[in-house]
């Protein structure tokens, strides 16, 4: 089946400091979505890509479908206390999503 | 966003009891939904598709007579786990699609945790 790559697996870093993670693929999906979980919470869609080459912003996060379709980042800028959690990055193909193993991310007041 | 609402939210059960998990879209309607696992420290996998009005498609290695799935109607599907064991513990996460402009967006609901004793 379709495996995607997600890294770093997790990240330890300052109030303030900027954030970048990223999703690979062997195969191409026509859309790449990233989602943030809290414990005990379902995720939570943050950016939705629909074509390839799109760059989105949503506030302080920023996302980009690669041309080739097969990766997509997230950029996290000025990070704050309220951005830890656990971020997917999902590749969706035929309605169905295949998830990357998530990014830890905690954030040091 | 849409929402997507499940209930219950957390269910504790004795081993070889059924659980019935509800997921409901409340703003939208979905001839399809999703329903995931998701095992501690682990991603999401999925398990089944749902679809209004058809039988649901299970992913390999899921059972279908042991998580008996029910799209009754455009804004409910219902999960059952059938004879419960302690190893079907763990997070139940169901999504929907809202289509809009011709693009698909899976919203997902907050989860239920199952614990089999």
């Known amino acids: 089946g379709q495996q995607l790559n997600q890294s770093p697996q997790s990240m330890f870093i300052q109030e303030g400091e900027d954030v970048s993670m990223n999703c690979t693929s062997s195969?191409?999906?026509?859309?790449w979505l990233w989602y943030k979980q809290e414990p005990g919470e379902g995720p939570v869609l943050l950016i939705a890509l629909y074509k390839a080459g799109e760059l989105t912003s949503n506030g302080r996060l920023t996302a980009q479908f690669g041309i080739t379709r097969k990766d997509s980042f997230l950029n996290i800028s000025a990070s704050i206390p309220s951005d830890v959690g656990i971020y997917f990055c999902?590749?969706?193909?035929?309605?169905?999503?295949?998830f990357g193993k998530g990014t830890l991310l905690t954030v040091n007041p | 966003g849409a929402v997507v609402s499940q209930h219950p939210s957390r269910v504790i059960c004795k081993s070889g009891t059924s659980v019935k998990i509800e997921c409901r879209s409340l703003?939208?309607?979905?001839?399809?939904m999703f329903w995931y696992r998701q095992f501690p420290k682990q991603s999401l996998m999925l398990m089944a598709t749902s679809n209004e009005g058809s039988k649901a498609t299970y992913e390999q290695g899921v059972e279908k007579d042991k998580f008996l799935i029910n799209h009754a109607s455009l804004t409910l599907s219902t999960l059952t786990v059938t004879s419960a064991h302690p190893e079907d513990s763990s997070f139940y996460i169901c999504?929907?699609?809202?289509?809009?402009?011709?693009?698909?967006?899976?919203?997902f609901g907050p989860g239920t945790r199952l614990l089999v004793l």
């Open positions: 999504s929907a699609i809202l289509t809009t402009s011709g693009k698909e967006t899976q919203y």
């Open positions: 999902a590749g969706g193909s035929n309605y169905k999503l295949t």
């Open positions: 703003d939208f309607q979905a001839t399809t």
């Open positions: 195969s191409i999906f026509n859309t």
